[in-house]
């Protein structure tokens, strides 16, 4: 089973800060790479996939990068709606989350 | 616009049962892959089974298998989980999710297991 390993667990910030969030497969993945955004009592959405690929509608603030075992996923300035819980998903064989990275104020 | 909505949460002993469905609309639901995906109070996303387009193919992640099953119903465009005996640590939000392109969107608003005496 690829296991999926996120650090930092929690990162706090303030609004317009550049924030980055970094995810390690335990083997390669290749670029097969999710990223979701989960606020509060909500499902999660996506906002990349295929490691830097920006999912339609999402603001272009949000990037990822990476490929083989080590990813990251970067807010070039945060906004009062991004304070949220992060998950990187792993697709390339079955799907493993990483164990989400809370992005609190400061 | 597309939409899952998940139904069949509640309260159940330990060794009880139930059945979780979602209802798809809004898109082609024959032509896509389907997961459930839990997440216990507080804690993080973790899959729990896969479905095939046509019902063929089906995997379950270790801490669920032999104990629950996945289903559709292509002509009622549903999505289904047997549950059998459930554990507190199947204790959890459920949310079915769409496979698009190997990820998931979109997802259910997900809904809540409770398993304890």
């Known amino acids: 089973d690829i296991q999926m390993t996120q650090s930092p667990s929690t990162l706090s910030a303030s609004v317009g800060d550049r924030v980055t969030i970094t995810c390690r497969a335990s083997?390669?993945?290749?670029?097969?790479l999710a990223w979701y955004q989960q606020k509060p009592g909500k499902a999660p959405k996506l906002l990349i996939y295929?490691?830097?690929s920006l999912e339609s509608g999402v603001p272009s603030r949000f990037s990822g990068s990476g490929s083989g075992t080590e990813f990251t996923l970067t807010i070039s300035s945060l906004q009062p709606d991004d304070f949220a819980t992060y998950y990187c998903?792993?697709?390339?064989?079955?799907?493993?989350f990483g164990q989400g990275t809370k992005v609190e104020i400061k | 616009e597309m939409q899952l909505v998940e139904s069949g949460g509640g309260l159940v002993q330990p060794g009880g049962s139930l059945r979780l469905s979602c209802a798809a609309s809004?898109?082609?639901?024959?032509?896509?892959?389907m997961n459930w995906v839990r997440q216990a109070p507080g804690k993080g996303l973790e899959w729990v089974s896969y479905?095939?387009?046509?019902?063929?193919?089906?995997y379950y992640a270790d801490s669920v298998k032999g104990r629950f099953t996945i289903s559709r119903d292509n002509a009622k465009n549903s999505l289904y989980l047997q549950m059998n005996s459930l554990r507190a640590e199947d204790t959890a939000v459920y949310y079915c999710?769409?496979?698009?392109?190997?990820?998931?969107?979109?997802w259910g608003q997900g809904t809540l297991v409770t398993v304890s005496s």
């Open positions: 295929k490691a830097s």
């Open positions: 999710a769409r496979v698009y392109l190997q990820y998931f969107d979109p």
């Open positions: 083997q390669s993945i290749s670029n097969r």
């Open positions: 809004g898109f082609t639901f024959s032509s896509h892959e």
């Open positions: 998903q792993q697709y390339n064989s079955l799907w493993t």
């Open positions: 479905i095939s387009g046509g019902g063929d193919t089906i």
